[in-house]
């Protein structure tokens, strides 16, 4: 099955994880884990609010393609343990719950903070450290796997009910205000998205499903990519077997490296051969030789 997101998200905040958080946050562990348990269903419903609004996937899956995830947590045990740590996670997600939740955050934070007793810097903390992880788990798969905005719809979908009823009492004020009323699981049977287990179960593959639309994106990157390189090995080609061609050394135009050339121990000297050119030119020897036309040498003029 898909990966079950309200679960994915809660083993996060592990009981050392939660007294961790608190002593960071200089809150009660009690009142922590209350803050966890509202943010997460929070967060989740939100997303599934989001992408069901118009465009509202497509601006996600825009957003996750243009992350960086080096630096993600892959869980949130890795940076609750220094209160730098949890700055800089909760820094990261901050820009993912501005793209959830839009200009509901800051009463979505108040109403929280209200229900469990901590500060709403506490509660932002907790939805940032959840949301850095969510945000991980997708862009991952976004961009190494071929989540797209269909694929996550429906994965939200498949659980919308749960996180509706997940949400604990007292923050219907939250409900209200994230329009969780509408957050219900289509009926009928479980998709292929949402039922196939496509990816394995860790923290850098946690189950989250792709569709068909997404194995083409990727087939058509690979493809232009040996085209690219197959036109460039041409280029080359083309490139060397020109440089290999003969050029003279005057105007670089390409002469013809088979023509024979007559050697001049096979050129006519017959003596009629030169009573010939000289009846006909006036001379035998050189005709650069200076004097007048045809009668360069003085020397050898006939009397």
């Known amino acids: 099955m898909a990966v079950h997101l309200i679960t994915y998200l809660k083993e996060q905040f592990t009981p050392a994880v939660v007294d961790q958080l608190s002593n960071s946050l200089n809150e009660s562990s009690a009142n922590t884990l209350k803050a966890i348990n509202g943010a ?3 967060l989740l419903g939100a997303l599934t609010q989001r992408v069901q609004s118009s465009g509202g996937a497509s601006s996600i899956i825009n957003f996750l393609d243009k992350g960086d995830y080096g630096n993600t947590p892959l869980d949130v045990s890795q940076v609750t343990d220094r209160k730098a740590a949890v700055a800089d996670a909760g820094a990261a997600g901050k ?24 500060k709403p810097q506490s509660v932002q903390t907790v939805l940032s450290l959840a949301g850095s992880v969510l945000m ?32 604990p009492h007292g923050l219907e004020a939250v ?6 009323d ?8 479980v998709t292929e998205v949402q039922g196939a287990d496509n990816f394995s179960g860790t923290a850098i593959n946690p189950n989250i499903p792709k569709s068909a639309e997404g194995d083409r994106r990727h087939e058509n990157v690979r493809w232009l990519r040996w085209a690219m390189i197959a036109i460039a090995v041409l280029v080359l080609a083309l490139l060397v077997q020109k ?3 003969n050029q003279n050394g005057i105007d670089g135009i390409s002469t013809d490296s088979t023509r024979a050339v007559e050697s001049n121990a096979v050129e006519d000297t017959s003596a009629a051969t030169r009573e010939s050119v000289e009846e006909a030119h006036g001379q035998s020897a050189d005709s650069t030789a200076p004097g007048p036309l045809g009668i360069r040498d003085s020397t050898k003029v006939k009397p």
């Open 95 to 118: 820009d993912f719950l501005n793209e959830v939740f839009d200009e509901k955050l800051t009463r979505t934070t108040e109403l929280i903070s209200t229900y469990s007793g901590t």
């Open 40 to 42: 997460i269903p929070a």
């Open 182 to 189: 509408e957050l219900v699981t289509p009926a009928g049977p």
């Open 136 to 167: 991980g788990a997708l862009g991952r798969q976004e961009q190494e796997k071929g989540l797209t905005a269909e694929s996550l719809t429906t994965l939200l979908l498949g659980q919308a009910t749960e996180f509706r009823k997940t949400l």
């Open 243 to 245: 440089c290999r061609e």
């Open 175 to 180: 409900s209200s205000l994230l329009g969780f």
